[in-house]
């Protein structure tokens, strides 16, 4: 009953995120400082579906006291879903089902949250909200650059005959670097599939939002962040409120036995020696890339610890919906004889590995990652510089400024005419990282974003004080 009490006398929200453990994390994240930094009440809100994850199942156990999860009633989406649908169709006909059956009736039960805060795929809910008068915000879990770009998006629509990736020059966002087309996320890269107009759908809401939070810190975006703050054209839209609140990233996992395993093999091996690749929580690759980065990890004569997932001609996305959940047998596809040559210098990990825990070791010298925003600001807030190998969404775009702007990481290139980036290329970009100049070069300025972005969550300073001056609205 005092439990009870104490909760009730605190500022009550509830946050709402899409499928999918890119969304999940950082809102979970988000919602878990609002508890502990903050004193604020949060109802962690679940689409539940037929679709289960087991790695986010296993995300969602052991939160702190002020942090409840509460599912949605259970929708079957098997009606309107198929495996082979563009994860932005499938993600919105997920949430359609489940918010319209159940979002309004959940919230009265809940006593009208002070606020629900939402990402970008679940803007159904402005509506919903807006019938019970409860103030909806957005979470933006991607870079602010790719913000300044949704934003502009539907200018772009209008203005540009065509498709995008076909325009002639970079394209020219406000106040912000340019995007080159080649570099544009999947989802606008053909304006005549239902994939674009869902997506355009979405980000066509944002300025119905009371306020935007974004993950991410002022020293690292400091130039898309003053565009969206005092340029004209954003200042016209109009956007809402900017909290500019991150880096938000996990802080800590719950190790299985294969996890300790893999964590004691790190802790054997020479300081910055090894190269951790991983494709993110949704991501594979073809049998033909598998290959390639086999040998090539190989001929680099690097340590490397491996996360392998079944390859996927099919979808560069294919394990989107079920990490974790997948049957893996390494055996079965990579090159006869590897594991047996590399036993020792390398460890290959079926599925799933301790990201977080792997990157804040001080064995781990670099990450040959998918350039999902979640994993970069993992990366940068460990100090661990990459190579990046982007796979879907706006990963291309993430993977430029990483590389052009930020100059934390280096990205392979391949051959004209060729699918897949070659072994030689794969051994060319871990030994650049892991041995050369260059590598160094990348390791100190992450380094020194390391240490901006722990300052930068320090009580007082930017993304702290940004969220605790939010907050104490909530609070009057």
């Given at each position: 009953?005092?439990?009870?009490?104490?909760?009730?006398?605190?500022?009550?929200?509830?946050?709402?995120?899409?499928?999918?453990?890119?969304?999940?994390?950082?809102?979970?994240?988000?919602?878990?400082?609002?508890?502990?930094?903050?004193?604020?009440?949060?109802?962690?809100?679940?689409?539940?579906?037929?679709?289960?994850?087991?790695?986010?199942?296993?995300?969602?156990?052991?939160?702190?006291?002020?942090?409840?999860?509460?599912?949605?009633?259970?929708?079957?989406?098997?009606?309107?879903?198929?495996?082979?649908?563009?994860?932005?169709?499938?993600?919105?006909?997920?949430?359609?089902?489940?918010?319209?059956?159940?979002?309004?009736?959940?919230?009265?039960?809940?006593?009208?949250?002070?606020?629900?805060?939402?990402?970008?795929?679940?803007?159904?809910?402005?509506?919903?909200?807006?019938?019970?008068?409860?103030?909806?915000?957005?979470?933006?879990?991607?870079?602010?650059?790719?913000?300044?770009?949704?934003?502009?998006?539907?200018?772009?629509?209008?203005?540009?005959?065509?498709?995008?990736?076909?325009?002639?020059?970079?394209?020219?966002?406000?106040?912000?670097?340019?995007?080159?087309?080649?570099?544009?996320?999947?989802?606008?890269?053909?304006?005549?599939?239902?994939?674009?107009?869902?997506?355009?759908?979405?980000?066509?809401?944002?300025?119905?939002?009371?306020?935007?939070?974004?993950?991410?810190?002022?020293?690292?975006?400091?130039?898309?962040?003053?565009?969206?703050?005092?340029?004209?054209?954003?200042?016209?839209?109009?956007?809402?409120?900017?909290?500019?609140?991150?880096?938000?990233?996990?802080?800590?996992?719950?190790?299985?036995?294969?996890?300790?395993?893999?964590?004691?093999?790190?802790?054997?091996?020479?300081?910055?020696?090894?190269?951790?690749?991983?494709?993110?929580?949704?991501?594979?690759?073809?049998?033909?890339?598998?290959?390639?980065?086999?040998?090539?990890?190989?001929?680099?004569?690097?340590?490397?610890?491996?996360?392998?997932?079944?390859?996927?001609?099919?979808?560069?996305?294919?394990?989107?919906?079920?990490?974790?959940?997948?049957?893996?047998?390494?055996?079965?596809?990579?090159?006869?004889?590897?594991?047996?040559?590399?036993?020792?210098?390398?460890?290959?990990?079926?599925?799933?590995?301790?990201?977080?825990?792997?990157?804040?070791?001080?064995?781990?010298?670099?990450?040959?990652s998918h350039c999902g925003w979640n994993s970069s600001l993992e990366s940068i807030c460990h100090g661990v510089p990459m190579i990046a190998w982007p796979l879907y969404a706006e990963q291309k775009m993430n993977a430029a400024m990483l590389t052009e702007e930020i100059g934390v990481a280096v990205k392979p290139v391949i051959e004209s005419g060729k699918k897949?980036?070659?072994?030689?290329?794969?051994?060319?970009?871990?030994?650049?990282?892991?041995?050369?100049?260059?590598?160094?070069?990348?390791?100190?300025?992450?380094?020194?974003?390391?240490?901006?972005?722990?300052?930068?969550?320090?009580?007082?300073?930017?993304?702290?004080?940004?969220?605790?001056?939010?907050?104490?609205?909530?609070?009057?």
């Amino acid at each position: 009953m005092v439990e009870t009490a104490a909760k009730s006398s605190r500022p009550h929200v509830a946050v709402l995120a899409s499928p999918g453990l890119g969304h999940v994390v950082p809102l979970l994240e988000f919602a878990k400082r609002l508890v502990i930094n903050h004193g604020v009440h949060v109802r962690f809100l679940v689409i539940t579906t037929n679709e289960a994850s087991a790695a986010q199942e296993k995300l969602l156990r052991s939160l702190p006291d002020g942090l409840d999860v509460v599912d949605l009633p259970p929708v079957d989406v098997s009606a309107v879903t198929r495996d082979d649908m563009p994860v932005i169709t499938r993600l919105h006909a997920i949430v359609d089902e489940s918010l319209k059956s159940s979002l309004k009736a959940v919230l009265i039960e809940l006593c009208n949250p002070r606020a629900l805060v939402i990402d970008l795929f679940c803007t159904q809910a402005f509506e919903i909200c807006s019938q019970l008068s409860i103030p909806t915000y957005s979470f933006v879990t991607t870079s602010i650059h790719f913000f300044a770009f949704a934003l502009y998006l539907p200018t772009l629509d209008r203005e540009v005959q065509g498709e995008f990736v076909d325009l002639p020059e970079p394209i020219e966002i406000p106040g912000c670097p340019p995007v080159r087309p080649e570099d544009l996320l999947d989802q606008v890269r053909n304006r005549k599939i239902d994939e674009y107009n869902l997506f355009l759908l979405h980000i066509s809401r944002l300025p119905l939002a009371a306020g935007i939070f974004l993950n991410s810190w002022e020293n690292l975006e400091l130039v898309p962040l003053r565009a969206i703050r005092e340029h004209s054209f954003y200042l016209q839209i109009p956007t809402p409120p900017i909290y500019p609140i991150g880096p938000l990233i996990k802080q800590d996992e719950t190790l299985s036995a294969s996890d300790e395993e893999c964590l004691a093999w790190l802790g054997k091996k020479p300081s910055d020696s090894v190269i951790f690749v991983a494709p993110g929580s949704g991501g594979t690759l073809t049998a033909e890339q598998v290959t390639e980065m086999a040998w090539g990890l190989e001929q680099s004569k690097q340590r490397f610890i491996w996360v392998v997932r079944m390859p996927s001609d099919a979808s560069a996305s294919a394990t989107f919906f079920n990490v974790g959940s997948d049957v893996n047998d390494p055996q079965a596809y990579l090159p006869e004889g590897f594991l047996q040559r590399t036993h020792g210098m390398g460890m290959v990990v079926p599925s799933w590995a301790p990201q977080v825990e792997i990157l804040r070791h001080s064995s781990t010298g670099g990450f040959l990652s998918h350039c999902g925003w979640n994993s970069s600001l993992e990366s940068i807030c460990h100090g661990v510089p990459m190579i990046a190998w982007p796979l879907y969404a706006e990963q291309k775009m993430n993977a430029a400024m990483l590389t052009e702007e930020i100059g934390v990481a280096v990205k392979p290139v391949i051959e004209s005419g060729k699918k897949v980036i070659g072994r030689g290329e794969i051994e060319r970009v871990v030994r650049l990282v892991m041995e050369s100049e260059q590598g160094q070069v990348m390791r100190r300025r992450v380094k020194e974003l390391k240490e901006s972005a722990s300052r930068a969550l320090e009580d007082g300073v930017s993304s702290s004080d940004s969220l605790a001056r939010f907050v104490k609205k909530w609070k009057d």
